[in-house]
């Protein structure tokens, strides 16, 4: 069975910095695309970050975000600098059967097979 389980969530002041990680468990995503989302109160999921052999963001994070994998772990990371009150939601992880995606399948809720139960970000202004 596989689970993806996300932590590193908290309570953080603007301009601050958190690293979330989804550790997995029940296969090996090693080369696996996984992508990070988010959703706030009252909206949609939405895409933030998702790695294969590259990376890929969206342009509310670039430059601010970035994703990494560690395989011998079976976790990606995500880091979070220069945080915003707009960051605040629940962060999700998710995983693909694929080992490769572009455009749309990178970015889509849809198109991942597996979520984490997600955890809390609140960023105080």
Known sequence: QVQLVESGGGLVQAGGSLRLSCAASGRTFSTNVMGWFRQAPG???????????????????????TISRDN??????????????EDTAVYYCAAQMRDYCSG???????????????????VSS
């Open 43 to 65: 909206n949609e999921r939405e895409f933030v970050a998702a790695i294969t052999t590259r990376t890929y963001y969206a342009d509310s994070v670039k430059g601010r975000f």
């Open 72 to 85: 011998t772990k079976n976790t990606v990371y995500l880091q979070m600098n220069s945080l915003k009150p």
């Open 104 to 122: 749309y399948v990178c970015y889509g809720p849809p198109w991942y097979d597996y979520w984490g139960q997600g955890t809390q970000v609140t």
